[in-house]
């Protein structure tokens, strides 16, 4: 069965320093790994994806994740974190047998403060 | 290109209730998601549509959920009666093409409290 952890339930960082939020996965064969930011009471957008091919992925709003396969890990940064990335924060795996189920973690709650 | 559309945004029934809830995908797009989204935990897929079909609705409790999408574009989700652990965010998503390699396109989720 696929799964994601996020083992930690919330990270602060101060505005300016880099970010780092955590992501473990379990799958079966190769991972289709997505994250995705929620901010209050809106629905989740997504961030970045890595299907294939270059290790480290760039997405939007200058956040970026590194795919370790040998580590099962796959953890989403930022070189300077703003005042408004302050978000919930979810990692998530694609299911690829059958029509493919996202399987989302528990969240990170990020918060950044000036 | 207008999001994903979902209301009402705030639900409050008694339980025992029943309620419903209306989702209206982005233009085009043929793969539909609802979500349950409880506090403090990931959204979990409930039923997943290729246009009018089911592809998916392994994690639905057919007991009292129901979902359906009758014309492909727009889906309406269902739950009588309601229990208490069903208070919790519904999320409706939306992708294009095959839903493996596309991301999906998230609503601003309906919250249900169930008393």
């Known amino acids: 069965a696929q799964s994601v952890a996020q083992p930690e339930d919330q990270v602060n960082v101060a505005e300016g320093n880099p970010l780092t939020v955590k992501c473990t996965y379990s799958?079966?064969?190769?991972?289709?790994l997505f994250w995705y930011v929620q901010y209050p009471n809106r629905g989740l957008q997504f961030l970045l994806k890595?299907?294939?091919?270059?290790?480290l992925v760039k997405g939007s709003y200058g956040f970026e994740a590194e795919f370790n396969k040998s580590q099962t890990s796959f953890h989403l940064k930022k070189p300077s974190a703003l005042v408004s990335d302050s978000a919930l924060y979810f990692c998530?795996?694609?299911?690829?047998?059958?029509?493919?189920?996202?399987?989302f973690g528990r969240g990170t709650q990020l918060t950044v403060w000036p | 290109e207008a999001g994903v559309a979902q209301s009402p945004r705030y639900k409050i029934i008694e339980k025992r209730q029943s309620v419903a809830f209306w989702c209206n995908p982005i233009?085009?797009?043929?793969?539909l998601y609802w979500y349950q989204q409880i506090l403090g935990q990931g959204p979990k897929l409930l039923i997943q549509?290729?246009?009018?079909?089911?592809?998916?609705d392994s994690q639905l409790p057919k007991d009292r959920f129901s979902a359906e999408r009758l014309k492909g574009v727009d889906s309406t989700l269902k739950i009588q009666p309601a229990k208490l652990e069903d208070s919790a965010v519904y999320l409706c998503?939306?992708?294009?093409?095959?839903?493996?390699?596309?991301?999906?396109?998230f609503g601003p989720g309906t919250r249900l409290t169930v008393t």
């Open positions: 998503a939306s992708s294009s093409k095959t839903a493996r390699y596309y991301e999906q396109y």
């Open positions: 890595y299907i294939t091919g270059d290790n």
């Open positions: 799958v079966s064969g190769n991972p289709y």
């Open positions: 549509f290729q246009n009018n079909g089911v592809v998916d």
């Open positions: 998530a795996v694609r299911d690829m047998e059958g029509p493919g189920r996202l399987y």
């Open positions: 233009s085009g797009h043929a793969t």
